[in-house]
Nanobody, 113 residues
């Protein structure tokens, strides 16, 4: 049974930082490109960043320079360090192994003063 469990979300002020993580089980984690996605209220889910099985990281322009994605294949985890957070980063963040139908339940990140 595949499980993807996100954690680390919360409330943070604009300009602040937060790190969220996703723990995977039931898949051969190291084989998959892992993506972080987000969905804000009333909006479509969008890709934020992804990291390949070999550790190459790619970012959407709206987070480039602020967010850092990383993975630990020994622990089956993928993390997203988010700095210089903006109001528009408020969303539910979910991890997703590419080429599968598996999604985590998401973790809420709220940026508010």
């Amino acid at each position: 049974q595949v499980q993807l469990v996100e954690s680390g979300g919360g409330l943070v002020q604009p300009g602040g930082s937060l790190e969220i993580s996703c723990a995977a089980s039931g898949i051969i984690f190291s084989r998959y490109t892992m993506g972080w996605y987000r969905q804000a209220p009333g909006k479509e889910r969008e890709l934020v960043a992804h990291v390949t099985s070999g550790g190459w990281a790619y970012y959407k322009n709206f987070v480039k320079g602020r967010f850092t994605i990383s993975r630990d294949n020994a622990k089956n985890t993928v993390s997203l360090q988010m700095n210089s957070l903006k109001l528009e980063d408020t969303a539910v963040y979910s991890c997703h192994p590419w080429d599968t139908n598996y999604w985590g339940q998401g973790t809420q990140v709220t940026v508010s003063s």
